[in-house]
């Protein structure tokens, strides 16, 4: 069930992540409650992770400027930290990554995430440090209302997602919100 005021806790957290699209619709989706998707600041956002996405996934750094693996850890970094909320040291994302936001992420330092991953970030998604995540990972902020009236007015809420220092996930797990209502 959706949050029906705004939570003060995650409008906190969410003040101190880089990228945030701030709204009135913004601050209801990260509060749980229902928002409109549709919402100008929010769709333009979701473009914007859409394009950082597409260039994400398919750069490569040219053999002309000699490329190692450290070269592209660092270059990946810089470019994570171009759209999500954080990011700590020596983390390395492999593609394809896909989001919906992006500021809504926060990883801590050393995380590593295998090919595919998958965040739906309309809630705050917090990850510790020392975190790995095998292929085809799924990280889900995302529901809707189970009656259908929501759904065909596109109005759609998040919970948060929060994974812990030092887990490992393994291939192909899907993460949903959890929460005290649940």
Same mark, same amino acid.
């Given at each position: 069930?959706?949050?029906?005021?705004?939570?003060?806790?995650?409008?906190?957290?969410?003040?101190?992540?880089?990228?945030?699209?701030?709204?009135?619709?913004?601050?209801? $989706?990260?509060?749980? $409650?229902? +928002?409109?998707?549709?919402?100008?600041?929010?769709?333009?956002?979701?473009?914007?992770?859409?394009?950082?996405?597409?260039?994400?996934?398919?750069?490569?750094?040219?053999?002309?400027?000699?490329?190692?693996?450290?070269?592209?850890?660092?270059?990946?970094?810089?470019?994570?930290?171009?759209?999500?909320?954080?990011?700590?040291?020596?983390? #390395?994302?492999?593609?394809?990554?896909?989001?919906?936001?992006?500021?809504?992420?926060?990883?801590?330092?050393? #995380?590593?995430?295998? #090919?595919?991953?998958?965040?739906?970030?309309c809630s705050l998604v917090t990850i510790g440090e020392r975190v $790995?995540?095998?292929?085809?990972?799924?990280? #889900?902020?995302?529901?809707?209302?189970?009656?259908?009236?929501?759904?065909?007015?596109?109005?759609? +809420?998040?919970?948060?997602?929060?994974?812990?220092?030092?887990?490992?996930?393994?291939?192909?797990v899907v993460i949903l919100p959890g929460g005290d209502d649940w």
């Open positions: 069930m959706a949050a029906t005021e705004k939570n003060q806790v995650e409008l906190t957290q969410a003040k101190q992540l880089n990228h945030v699209p701030w709204s009135e619709e913004y601050e209801k $989706m990260i509060s749980g $409650m229902l +928002y409109d998707s549709h919402d100008p600041s929010l769709a333009a956002a979701r473009f914007k992770a859409r394009a950082w996405a597409h260039d994400y996934n398919t750069y490569f750094p040219p053999a002309s400027s000699n490329p190692n693996f450290d070269s592209l850890a660092a270059e990946r970094l810089e470019r994570l930290r171009a759209i999500l909320g954080h990011v700590g040291e020596e983390s #390395f994302i492999e593609p394809p990554f896909r989001i919906d936001y992006g500021c809504n992420i926060s990883i801590g330092n050393r #995380f590593y995430a295998n #090919f595919n991953l998958t965040i739906l970030d $790995m995540l095998g292929p085809n990972v799924s990280i #889900f902020a995302a529901t809707h209302e189970t009656e259908v009236e929501s759904r065909r007015q596109d109005i759609e +809420y998040g919970r948060p997602v929060v994974i812990g220092d030092d887990c490992w996930i393994g291939g192909h």
